[in-house]
């Protein structure tokens, strides 16, 4: 879920579409095979890419979509439209490695920055403190994230339940969020309350930011490594890095000329 733009998202889709290896790439070492996944991924972002079932990610975009959220007292009902999200394919990475004696390897990845543009419209009743809160909402999005940064460490080990195969351990997160900027508005409030409203995003974010920081990695190892060590299990690490190696060609050979 945090990680979801950063190598993990790299390492999954790896791993869900895993391809044979027809040719000997034991030149191309682990990291280097990463970072050409990575840049030939940036360059399709743009355009997708139908035959592996990778949607357009820049912008990524949702014309319509209604939603219908139901948990005891809290009862939802609306729809989000004309949902633009750019920058995901400006990413950088600002430095990656990996050690063959220690099977640890690192990553630095940034999103200069995200822009949120659409529209959700929302009503029904919030449960707070037991008691259902009636809440409408009409509200135009506009929201900017600065630099977010994930900052990551793992290393790979023995699968448990495959000798030839990975299994990540030790993985270490850590995600930094330096700005964001709400410049929402909401039909149903006044200039003074949508700026309120914008000033507690605002700070909000930026705080949860923060707060979430220690639960990063538990969050990550109950919600994603299983799935993503499952996928390994199936994959040594010259399977792994062919694999990068040849999606990256793949990709290149696309030849995406859609500028973002
Ligand atoms: C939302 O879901 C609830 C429970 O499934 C259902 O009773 C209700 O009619 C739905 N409302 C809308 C607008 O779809
Ligand atoms: C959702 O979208 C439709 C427009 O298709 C609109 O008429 C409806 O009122 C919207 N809002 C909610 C809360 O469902
Ligand atoms: C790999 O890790 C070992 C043990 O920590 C260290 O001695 C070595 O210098 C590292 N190699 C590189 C290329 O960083
Ligand atoms: C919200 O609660 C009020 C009062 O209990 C009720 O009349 C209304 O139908 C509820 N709305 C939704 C969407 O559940
Ligand atoms: C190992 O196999 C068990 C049982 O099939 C499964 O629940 C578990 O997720 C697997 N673990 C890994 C790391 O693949």
């Given at each position: 879920m945090?990680?979801?733009?950063?190598?993990i998202?790299?390492?999954?889709?790896?791993?869900?579409?895993?391809?044979p290896?027809?040719?000997?790439?034991?030149?191309?070492?682990?990291?280097?095979?990463?970072?050409?996944?990575?840049?030939?991924?940036?360059?399709?972002?743009?355009?997708?890419?139908?035959?592996?079932?990778?949607?357009?990610?820049?912008?990524?975009?949702?014309?319509?979509?209604?939603?219908?959220?139901?948990?005891?007292?809290?009862?939802?009902?609306?729809?989000?439209?004309?949902?633009?999200?750019?920058?995901?394919?400006?990413?950088?990475?600002?430095?990656?490695?990996?050690?063959?004696?220690?099977?640890?390897a690192?990553?630095?990845?940034?999103?200069?920055?995200?822009q949120i543009?659409?529209?959700?419209?929302?009503?029904?009743?919030?449960?707070v403190?037991?008691?259902?809160?009636?809440?409408?909402?009409?509200?135009?999005?506009?929201?900017?994230?600065?630099?977010?940064?994930?900052?990551?460490?793992?290393?790979?080990?023995?699968?448990?339940?495959?000798?030839?195969?990975?299994?990540?351990?030790?993985?270490?997160?850590?995600?930094?969020?330096?700005?964001?900027?709400?410049?929402?508005?909401?039909?149903?409030?006044d200039?003074?309350?949508?700026?309120?409203?914008?000033?507690?995003?605002?700070?909000?974010?930026?705080?949860?930011?923060?707060?979430?920081?220690?639960?990063?990695?538990?969050?990550?190892?109950?919600?994603?490594?299983?799935?993503?060590?499952?996928?390994?299990?199936?994959?040594?690490?010259?399977?792994?890095?062919?694999?990068?190696?040849?999606?990256?060609?793949?990709?290149?050979?696309?030849?995406c000329?859609?500028?973002?």
């Open positions: 945090l990680g979801k733009f950063s190598l998202l790299a390492l999954l889709v790896a791993a869900t579409s895993a391809y290896s027809t040719y000997d790439n034991a030149l191309i070492g682990y990291s280097d095979a990463v970072e050409m996944f990575l840049q030939a991924w940036q360059k399709i972002i743009p355009c997708g890419y139908a035959a592996g079932n990778l949607p357009v990610l820049a912008p990524l975009t949702v014309d319509f979509q209604a939603f219908n959220y139901s948990n005891g007292n809290t009862n939802l009902v609306g729809n989000v439209s004309n949902i633009r999200i750019s920058g995901l394919n400006n990413f950088q990475i600002l430095s990656g490695g990996y050690n063959d004696s220690t099977n640890r690192h990553f630095d990845v940034i999103f200069p920055q995200l543009l659409g529209a959700y419209e929302l009503e029904g009743n919030l449960s403190g037991g008691l259902p809160l009636p809440i409408r909402q009409n509200v135009l999005i506009n929201k900017k994230l600065i630099d977010w940064r994930f900052v990551g460490e793992y290393t790979f080990a023995q699968s448990a339940n495959n000798s030839n195969g990975l299994q990540i351990s030790d993985f270490d997160l850590k995600y930094f969020v330096a700005g964001v900027k709400v410049d929402n508005w909401d039909k149903y409030l200039v003074a309350a949508n700026n309120f409203v914008n000033n507690f995003i605002e700070s909000f974010s930026l705080l949860f930011a923060e707060e979430i920081q220690p639960y990063v990695n538990t969050l990550f190892a109950t919600y994603s490594l299983p799935a993503i060590n499952d996928l390994l299990s199936g994959l040594s690490l010259t399977e792994l890095t062919d694999f990068f190696v040849m999606q990256a060609e793949l990709w290149n050979m696309a030849d000329q859609v500028k973002a």
